[in-house]
């Protein structure tokens, strides 16, 4: 978190009007501590988190490995889902 906060303000010197959509948890279990602490210091650091959050799944995995989409490999997994309201979310916010 500290490298993105780092490249973020880089990049504010060039582009001051730069604005976060917010945060996005990957890999993300709310029943770990570790990842209930990194979303608190998410929120503190970054201030704006999405409301989407990306769980941990063998299925990104089998994906690469078959070298196709999660959403070919199987529409109804819980990490595909969540990425595809995840792509509604920017595509809403991004008025696209």
């Known amino acids: 978190?500290?490298?993105?906060?780092?490249?973020?303000?880089?990049?504010?010197?060039i582009n001051p009007q730069?604005?976060?959509?917010?945060?996005?948890?990957?890999?993300?279990?709310?029943?770990?501590t570790v990842c209930r602490l990194i979303e608190a210091a998410a929120r503190e650091q970054i201030g704006k988190l999405l409301p989407i959050r990306i769980p941990t799944s063998t299925r990104v995995n089998q994906a690469a490995?078959?070298?196709?989409?999660?959403h070919s490999l199987d529409r109804s997994a819980k990490v595909t889902r969540e990425?595809?309201?995840l792509a509604q979310l920017l595509a809403q916010q991004l008025q696209l």
């Open 65 to 70: 490995m078959a070298q196709t989409s999660l």
């Open 83 to 85: 990425f595809r309201a």
């Open 18 to 32: 730069l604005e976060l959509l917010g945060a996005l948890l990957v890999k993300h279990d709310e029943r770990q």
């Open 1 to 13: 978190m500290t490298d993105l906060l780092r490249h973020v303000n880089r990049i504010r010197r």
